[in-house]
């Protein structure tokens, strides 16, 4: 399914990194148990990791701060809201708070206290904020 995710480019500090391939995005849905969403997948197919201005998303990059496995993996013993079914797309470093979204592409801000709120219906309406 290709999803339109060429309003990324354009947003104010844009920086695109290596494009993962296909095998590589299959063996980090498998890692987590879970598919990516649509555009979250085509964006990792695209540039591998994204940083936009005031915000940098996890990836698959060879980071560990970045890379959506380690990050979600590291997460999910500490986010119990954050379950399988939701992966880190951005750990804000501010106040426990962490964004993640679910294969449907709908992206939720979490907290150190638990809390849970839908924040933006895909990935490119988050950045576009």
């Known amino acids: 399914m290709d999803v339109n995710i060429e309003g990324l480019a354009g947003l104010p500090g ?4 290596a494009p993962a391939s296909e095998a590589a995005v299959a063996e980090a849905e498998s890692a987590l148990g879970l598919r990516f969403s649509p555009d979250f997948r085509s964006a990792l197919l695209e540039y591998g990791c994204i940083e936009t201005d005031g915000h940098e998303l996890t990836g698959l990059i060879d980071s560990k701060r970045l890379n959506v496995v380690r990050v979600t993996k590291d997460m999910r013993s500490i986010y119990k ?3 399988l079914y939701s992966y880190v797309i951005e750990d804000t470093y501010v106040d426990g708070v962490i964004i993640c979204q679910d294969s449907s592409g709908s992206v939720f801000q979490l907290d150190l206290s638990g ?11 988050y950045l576009a904020e």
Do not use: N, P, Q, T
């Not at 844009?14 to 990194?17: C, K, L």
């Not at 809390?115 to 490119?124: P, Q």
């Open 14 to 17: 844009f920086s695109g990194f």
């Open 115 to 125: 809390g849970f709120k839908k924040i933006a219906s895909s990935l490119v309406e």
């Open 81 to 83: 809201a954050l379950g």
